[in-house]
């Protein structure tokens, strides 16, 4: 723990002065469900994509990266290259066609609502499936923030784990309760400038203080972290394990929490903008955040119990308290820059897609809007029980939910906007073996079953989309029509 300065306590009181200032603002903006889940699709391009990166960064990339970092060094790059990747060519390929087709779309506020009207599912199952793996997985991903927010706050105030999870989901549900989307979005734009701050100011203060070069002295530490092609213990790293790695950048084409900032983006014209500066601003963050943990390697004498805790330890050794407290609310910022994100997702798969099919009645407007704050709550509850497992890791959590995301949903999405074929079948058949590999994959072990389960996950949902929709071609004409007045629009 920490040394309890107030000045510590001075930093924190004032990042949260200015999120619920905005929070407020944006509450006095929000009229509708559209205004809620989307902003009324408002977002300039620096919003856009400032928000869509801060809530793809969550507490990982200040905890569970950096951690990564600092036991198995230079091997990180895989993963930080297959994310790269991923954003550029989500940015690239998805964005446009996805606030097209969903605003032509009677403006399809969540991804379960856009696939029901593409493939004219009068029916609700291949909406309502969606629905379900979007809630069951990000379930998890809202833990793997309400986890890393108990160890924030238990390295730094001294809170027990458990009040320490509770405070921080607290903390979350009551300013996503306020202003939805744009309190989001635009929190996400100073959470995402401060994580910035943070993760670029902690190595260099770290490396500025070495008395000699920083290779000198990762060369004494362990000269295997300077090798990318090898693990910590010298071991060449297996085929297996890099294209796990680079499959990381596969889960994004799923992600409903990022998908959402192209839904939201006020002109078609402002995305080749938008993603020059997400893509940027993700290299930067990434390559600092590795840079973090490899320091915390020469730098920490004795070894962490918790590798994942190397930033927080790091900035209460290098800097006085205030400034310290303002780095460590960086930490808070990337977590509830995710979370808020994907509470709100979640609410608007309950109240959008799910509920009225349950009660079997539609709701207007307002309607939603209640329902979908009320789902807040519920998901937030459940999530923090998750997350009071203190063995949790971040990364962990987050890889499972990252994966079945991008297995259950990416392929679904990314083949419906491109592909004229694909049929309402071949949809369902791709979002539930998708889903069910990463469910499946994720209990066994050994052999080809160490591979990421996104990996598998996604080549199974991308062929079991081809083949339905082939072997279904005969009931897809509705879809053709919908696909093609979409092209043109």
Not at 70 to 89: H, M, N, Q, R
Not at 446 to 465: H, K, N
Request: hydrophobic letters at 55%.
């Amino acid at each position: 723990m920490l040394n309890l300065n107030p000045a510590i306590t001075i930093s924190f009181a004032i990042y949260m002065l200015i999120v619920f200032a905005i929070a407020i603002y944006a509450w006095r903006k929000t009229q509708d469900a559209s205004d809620y889940y989307l902003g009324g699709r408002s977002l300039s391009p620096a919003v856009a994509a400032l928000s869509a990166g801060a809530s793809d960064t969550s507490g990982w990339v200040l905890l569970g990266l950096p951690g990564y970092a600092y036991l198995a060094g230079l091997e990180v790059l895989w993963l930080s290259l297959g994310l790269c990747a991923g954003i550029a060519i989500n940015w690239l390929f998805t964005a446009n066609r996805l606030r097209r087709f969903s605003h032509a779309l009677n403006d399809s506020v969540t991804l379960p609502s856009y696939l029901k009207r593409r493939f004219a599912d009068p029916s609700n199952v291949l909406s309502s499936m969606a629905s379900l793996f979007i809630v069951l997985f990000f379930l998890f991903y809202v833990s793997s923030g309400l986890i890393g927010g108990g160890k924030l706050f238990e390295s730094v105030f001294g809170l027990d784990y458990y009040y320490a999870v509770i405070f921080g989901a607290i903390i979350v549900i009551v300013y996503t309760l306020f202003g939805g989307f744009l309190a989001v979005s635009w929190t996400d734009v100073f959470q995402g400038l401060l994580i910035t701050l943070a993760l670029i100011v902690v190595p260099i203060v770290a490396f500025g203080q070495l008395d000699e070069s920083v290779y000198a002295r990762l060369e004494q530490h362990n000269s295997n972290m300077l090798n990318g092609w090898t693990d910590s213990e010298g071991s060449p790293l297996s085929w297996m394990t890099i294209v796990s790695l680079l499959g990381w950048g596969l889960g994004y084409f799923g992600q409903p929490h990022i998908l959402s900032r192209f839904k939201a983006i006020a002109k078609v014209e402002d995305i080749p903008k938008a993603a020059a500066i997400g893509v940027a601003w993700s290299l930067v963050v990434y390559v600092a955040a590795i840079a973090v943990g490899m320091q915390g390697a020469i730098s920490i004498a004795e070894p962490l119990a918790d590798p994942e805790k190397v930033f927080i330890v790091s900035v209460g050794l290098l800097f006085h308290p205030l400034v310290a407290g303002i780095l460590l609310a960086a930490i808070l910022a990337a977590i509830m820059s995710t979370i808020d994100s994907q509470l709100l997702v979640c609410s608007s798969s309950l109240a959008e897609d799910l509920y009225p099919v349950v009660s079997k009645r539609q709701l207007n407007s307002q309607q939603r809007l209640s329902v979908g704050r009320y789902a807040v709550g519920i998901i937030a509850i459940i999530a923090t029980v998750i997350a009071m497992d203190r063995e949790s890791k971040v990364l962990d959590v987050v890889s499972y939910a990252w994966a079945g995301l991008g297995a259950s949903l990416g392929p679904a999405l990314l083949i419906s906007l491109f592909w004229r074929d694909m049929s309402k079948a071949g949809a369902l058949a791709g979002v539930i073996v998708g889903g069910v590999t990463v469910i499946i994959w994720k209990q066994l072990n050994g052999g080809i079953f160490d591979m990421f389960e996104l990996v598998p996950g996604f080549i199974l949902s991308c062929t079991a989309i081809y083949i339905v929709s082939r072997i279904t071609q005969a009931n897809n004409q509705a879809a053709k029509e919908t696909f093609d007045q979409l092209v043109d629009c």
